[in-house]
Structure formats: C-alpha cells, structure tokens
C-alpha cells in the first residue's frame, strides 16, 4: 500500500514531518512525498480514460487529493482503473475503504 503526500494547502510547503507520517502506522504501508503531483494526475488519467469522468470527490485546482483508489492484485499500472476511489478518506476508511481493500485484497484489516 502507498500514501501519496503532495502539496495541497498553503501550509504543505515541505514534506511531510515524522508526527505526520506517523498516522499511517502499518508496516505494509510506502509513504513518499510527490511534490510535482506525478501520482495524482496519473491516477485522475486512469480514471477519466477507464470510467471516462472525473472522479466525484476531492480536487482541488485540477489536482486529486484525500482519495483513497484500490488496485486489484496484480494490475499491472496503467492497464486498469482502480476498483474503488473514493474520498475524502477521513469519511471512507472507517467503512467503505476497509470494506473495498477486504473485498479486492482478501484483508481482514
């Protein structure tokens, strides 16, 4: 699993500080910083070619941000839109994320 930090807010001026990393506490989980927004715009390509729309939540001035996209085991990048996006993941985690990454992932977490 990755998380994705970008510059979003006028205060994201640098990357993300250990306290912030430190909310994502699992092992499994790949934090990086993405200051050009490489991810997010290639994430919001897969979408709007796979679904062909934007996704219905969180951007902000063009830019995908506090979305959660699930990936089936296996895909490889590029070839396929994820199975779940959705956010903000403040609102989603506690529900329908786990539910989607114990659905695609066959997690009991």
């Avoid at 679904?51 to 996209?69: F, I, N, Q, T, V």
């Avoid at 396929?80 to 990454?101: C, K, N």
């Amino acid at each position: 699993m990755f998380v994705v930090w970008e510059p979003i807010l006028p205060t994201d001026w640098y990357r993300p500080t250990r306290p912030t990393l430190e909310r994502v506490s699992d092992s499994r989980v790949v934090q990086f910083w993405d200051r050009g927004h490489l991810i997010a715009t290639e994430v919001k390509r897969q979408l709007q070619q796979f679904h062909r729309s934007d996704p219905s939540c969180c951007e902000d001035r063009g830019h995908l941000w506090d979305m959660a996209a699930v990936y089936p085991p296996g895909v490889k990048w590029g070839d396929a839109a994820p199975v779940f996006d959705d956010g903000p993941v403040y609102r989603i985690a506690p529900t329908t994320l786990q539910q989607a990454l114990s659905e695609f992932l066959g997690t009991s977490r």
